[in-house]
């Protein structure tokens, strides 16, 4: 069977995995890949770019070379190697576990207990919850909800298509250190710049082609469009930026401004500047739009590869 053909069957298996049972509970392989992180990093840790360099390049390396090991071991197999690509899909998606607990915490907002979502709000996130009023709690999902939409799930299968299970699984690893050193505190100010900067590449694709989908598949295209091309460029981060001013002229809602971080207090621009405060109801809303944008994403990752796949083989056989 052709690879195209592989990596679309196994995608599809894979999504599939992820939206009927989510994260396995115990034993999931990116945990574990961040406790063997955590572990180079206590030992390569110093206040400079060259080492930060060298843990990026160690960890993602050696994701990519036990990758690598699995295929020779199903090379020679077609169920094994859609096997592997399902299994690694299924493995590297979050779409379901960042909806259910957005879901978590919109429900939470819904009864008023306030402190139940606050305790829920790390799950999604890591700002300071404890500063947040229910506003900014509801503001803070549908910004997560939009962001972990790109890295979660539409990145991923973006570079699944581009590259097969090492691209899934590159992909990964390298937003799973962006998440572990790449924010900008003192201690991974130097040590995360490499991680950070080669998450803004590699999430790059993904980004843009989450913020078409939510702009075609939501609520209000005009309103998305809008967003995107006015605030997308306003955000610190090159890739959040157009996806969350797309989810918020979608959802015709303002996202960004006051934000906390580890005890930092940061302003963001305001997306969707016209719009109105984010409500409790639009967590459902943001939801929903993520689960249409992923299931988009699918469909096209997998029709672009057999795409691709069809036009090469035309190709060979005129040779």
């Known amino acids: ?110 009864a008023g207990d306030i402190a139940a979502a606050r305790r829920r709000l790390p799950h999604l996130c890591g700002r300071d919850p404890q500063a947040l009023d229910e ?15 790109s890295d979660a799930v539409v990145g991923a299968l973006v570079w699944g298509a581009l590259g097969g299970v090492p691209g899934l699984v590159g992909f990964r690893a390298v937003n799973t250190l962006d998440a572990m050193v790449g924010h900008k505190s003192g201690r991974y100010w130097r040590f995360g710049w490499a991680s950070a900067r080669l998450d803004d590449v590699l999430g790059f694709p993904g980004s843009r082609l989450t913020a078409a989908l939510a702009t075609v598949a939501g609520p209000d295209p005009r309103g998305a469009w809008r967003a995107w091309r006015a605030d997308g460029r306003k955000h610190p981060s090159p890739n959040a930026g157009p996806v969350e001013a797309a ?6 809602v303002r996202l960004g401004g006051k934000l906390a971080y580890g005890g930092r207090v940061e302003y963001r ?10 409500e409790i109801r639009d967590i459902a809303r943001a939801v929903r739009l993520s689960r249409r944008v992923s299931a988009l994403a699918l469909a096209a990752c997998m029709g672009g590869r057999l795409a691709a796949g069809a036009v090469l083989g035309r190709a060979r056989r005129k040779r």
């Open 247 to 252: 989810f918020a002229g979608s959802l015709g």
């Open 135 to 149: 506003q900014q709690l509801a503001r803070a999902v549908v910004e997560s909800v939009a962001e972990n939409t």
């Open 269 to 278: 621009p305001v997306l969707g500047s016209h719009n109105r405060a984010v």
């Open 1 to 110: 069977m052709r690879a195209d053909r592989i990596f679309a069957y196994g995608a599809a298996l894979g999504f599939l995995g992820d939206m009927l049972m989510g994260d396995p509970r115990r034993g999931h392989p990116v945990a574990a890949f961040g406790r063997a992180a955590a572990a180079v990093e206590h030992r390569l840790w110093d206040d400079a770019r060259g080492r930060g360099a060298l843990h990026t390049v160690l960890c993602t390396g050696g994701a990519l070379t036990l990758v690598g090991a699995l295929r020779r071991s199903v090379r020679c197999s077609t169920v094994g190697e859609v096997a592997l690509t399902a299994a690694a899909t299924w493995a590297v998606l979050g779409g379901s576990s960042l909806r259910r607990e957005a879901q978590a915490i919109g429900r939470a907002l819904d």
